[in-house]
């Protein structure tokens, strides 16, 4: 008797089945692909890599709790990268669950003790970075929170991922009834991917940047603690004043009255003093840049600015913020014969006004730098008083572009002092690249110019030949001044040959991740003791005294005004 043998016909495909080449597709549940898949072997791989790089050193030392953020984040880079090349490997070699399952076990052989061993090296790493910037140890039970917030950031980026993906296989079993499957697969991926795009562009950082706007106009409004209106005609906002108390913004009304009292003057100089003269223009001062830059200039006429022994102009940071120290040096120094000016171009933090628009920091600096310089050319050379510029951070940028050459700005000032610069300098940029053979890079050589390089004011002091007009100081441990978009492919000259005095050897370059490391150091940069990251204070002091010294000035008198500046 013949056998009836009755065959199904073979089940078509469809996406989320595991197809290997030369093989029968293998169905698997779609939705469990997603969700409740376990992790990819190399994906997990590289993920372990990253996260014990992210305990290396940097520039500067790192909290617990931004530690564990960046451990976190670090991490699910690594497993982005890690998927991403076994999918690509998958296209040409699907391996078999054996050589699986031995990956894995090697794996887990081998991640805790190199996790273990990067969370002792990291620890130490960190103690011993604080002690070379001079700041206290952490706590070893740290450690503990650290490991648990870089789980639960991990945990969150990888919820976010899966139901990214949710959304791509969705969106493919749908369009895989009217296309073929690859055509299916790429279309569900470019929609999330526009669609995330557009959501954390438009909801996320349009809505992030609109708090901040809000945020910071609600503050710009505030007055600081202990800020009262001043009185003296020589301030702004003062009654006898063009501008209104109320229109100096908070950071301007923290300039004029912070400048220190007659007293503190006298007890310092040891000699006759004067009242020194702050001018001040918030953004509502005047509707325009113009007219705010116009403003000021008649502020100092109105107080007799340009018969004081120094005049300086100040581009501030983003906020309209001057640090005290910077004004107060000079103060000191001239014994309060000084006319101190600023004008405030925004007041959202430098970062933000670095980031999403540039050109106000340029527009302010060269309305009130020309303005100026005008007035100042106007008076008889016999009678001139000193004309000094100061930026620092993005108002370094804002200088250079007012100028546009190194030749401009020796010749544009009798001093100008720039601190923090960034990698956007144009000036800066070409002076480093054009530096003396044998240089470094932190702290380079440029003989064809009267412009000084520092990486720590006190090498100032000793500085032989013609008087610096150009002085930068730029902290070798700054990551202000050395982060760059080159970081994540290419390994910076700060980190090649001989490094600065506050780089770690310790510090290594790896592809991204220093790139991560550093973009986190740049936003906690003013977190140290002065002189390290982008902290100058009375520094300036002696990039002042590098400059435009007044008679008589000694380094003695240096050291003396810093521990007076140090000292407050």
């Keep these: 008797m013949r056998r009836l043998v009755v065959t199904a016909p073979p089940r078509p495909w469809i996406p989320g089945q595991r197809r290997a080449p030369g093989r029968a597709p293998v169905p698997l549940p779609p939705r469990r692909r997603v969700l409740r898949c376990g992790l990819?072997?190399?994906?997990?791989?590289?993920?372990?890599?990253?996260?014990?790089?992210?305990?290396?050193?940097?520039?500067?030392?790192?909290?617990?709790?931004?530690?564990?953020?960046?451990?976190?984040?670090?991490a699910a880079i690594g497993y982005a990268f890690g998927t991403s090349i076994g999918a690509l490997v998958r296209l040409r070699w699907w391996p078999s669950r054996r050589a699986e399952r031995i990956a894995w076990q090697a794996l887990f052989l081998l991640v805790p003790p190199l996790i273990l061993l990067f969370l002792w090296l990291g620890t130490r790493w960190q103690r011993d970075l604080r002690l070379r910037l001079g700041m206290p140890p952490q706590q070893e039970y740290d450690l503990i929170r650290t490991v648990g917030i870089s789980?639960?950031?991990?945990?969150?980026?990888?919820?976010?991922?899966?139901?990214?993906?949710?959304?791509?296989?969705?969106?493919?079993?749908?369009?895989?009834?009217?296309?073929?499957?690859?055509?299916?697969?790429?279309?569900?991926?470019?929609?999330?991917?526009?669609?995330?795009?557009?959501?954390?562009?438009?909801?996320?950082?349009?809505?992030?940047?609109?708090?901040?706007?809000?945020?910071?106009?609600?503050?710009?409004?505030?007055?600081?603690?202990?800020?009262?209106?001043?009185?003296?005609?020589?301030?702004?906002?003062?009654?006898?004043?063009?501008?209104?108390?109320?229109?100096?913004?908070?950071?301007?009304?923290?300039?004029?009255?912070?400048?220190?009292?007659?007293?503190?003057?006298?007890?310092?100089?040891?000699?006759?003093?004067?009242?020194?003269?702050?001018?001040?223009?918030?953004?509502?001062?005047?509707?325009?840049?113009?007219?705010?830059?116009?403003?000021?200039?008649?502020?100092?006429?109105?107080?007799?600015?340009?018969?004081?022994?120094?005049?300086?102009?100040?581009?501030p940071t983003g906020t309209g913020w001057v640090d005290n120290d910077v004004p107060s040096s000079l103060e000191y120094m001239y014994a309060g014969d000084t006319a101190l000016v600023s004008m405030q171009y925004s007041y959202l933090p430098s970062w933000i006004s670095f980031l999403a628009d540039r050109a106000k920091v340029v527009e302010a600096s060269s309305a009130l730098i020309t303005a100026v310089q005008e007035r100042w050319a106007a008076t008889p050379a016999a009678d001139r008083p000193k004309l000094l510029i100061f930026g620092e951070s993005l108002g370094t940028y804002g200088t250079e572009k007012t100028f546009g050459t190194a030749e401009r700005m020796v010749d544009g000032a009798d001093g100008i002092l720039l601190e923090g610069p960034?990698?956007?300098?144009?000036?800066?940029?070409?002076?480093?690249?054009?530096?003396?053979?044998?240089?470094?890079?932190?702290?380079?050589?440029?003989?064809?110019?009267?412009?000084?390089?520092?990486?720590?004011?006190?090498?100032?002091?000793?500085?032989?030949?013609?008087?610096?007009?150009?002085?930068?100081?730029?902290?070798?441990?700054?990551?202000v001044v050395w982060w760059n978009p080159n970081l994540l492919w290419k390994k910076p000259q700060w980190l090649s040959g001989t490094r600065g005095p506050d780089v770690t050897p310790a510090m290594h370059w790896y592809p991204v991740i220093t790139f991560w490391q550093t973009t986190v150091d740049a936003v906690f940069a003013n977190k140290v003791p002065t002189g390290h990251g982008h902290v100058y204070r009375s520094g300036a002091v002696d990039g002042w005294a590098a400059l435009a010294p007044p008679p008589g000035w000694t380094v003695g008198d240096t050291i003396r005004l810093r521990a007076v500046l140090d000292a407050r």
């Excluded at 190399?42 to 953020?69: D, E, H, M």
């Excluded at 310092?268 to 918030?282: K, Q, S, T």
């Excluded at 509502?284 to 120094?310: H, K, N, P, Q, W």
Aim: proline letters at 6%; a positive charge.
């Design 40 to 74: 990819s072997v190399t994906g997990f791989g590289l993920c372990a890599v990253f996260y014990c790089l992210s305990y290396t050193p940097s520039l500067l030392p790192r909290p617990w709790s931004l530690q564990g953020v960046v451990a976190g984040l670090t």
């Design 422 to 479: 960034t990698f956007a300098n144009p000036i800066h940029r070409r002076l480093t690249e054009a530096r003396a053979e044998g240089t470094p890079v932190w702290d380079p050589s440029y003989a064809a110019l009267p412009v000084e390089f520092s990486s720590r004011a006190e090498e100032l002091r000793d500085l032989a030949g013609p008087r610096r007009k150009v002085v930068y100081m730029q902290n070798s441990s700054d990551p």
């Design 151 to 315: 789980v639960l950031t991990f945990g969150v980026l990888l919820l976010v991922a899966r139901c990214l993906r949710l959304a791509a296989h969705g969106l493919a079993r749908l369009f895989g009834r009217l296309v073929p499957e690859s055509a299916a697969y790429c279309a569900g991926f470019v929609v999330v991917t526009v669609l995330s795009y557009t959501a954390f562009d438009g909801l996320l950082i349009g809505n992030l940047y609109t708090t901040a706007d809000r945020s910071a106009a609600v503050t710009d409004s505030g007055t600081g603690r202990g800020v009262e209106r001043q009185m003296s005609p020589l301030r702004s906002g003062s009654p006898a004043s063009l501008v209104s108390w109320e229109s100096l913004g908070r950071q301007g009304r923290n300039f004029v009255a912070k400048a220190p009292s007659h007293e503190q003057l006298a007890s310092f100089a040891h000699r006759p003093v004067m009242e020194p003269i702050r001018l001040y223009a918030g953004l509502s001062s005047a509707d325009s840049v113009t007219e705010r830059a116009g403003l000021i200039v008649r502020e100092m006429e109105r107080t007799g600015a340009f018969d004081r022994e120094v005049i300086a102009v100040f581009t």
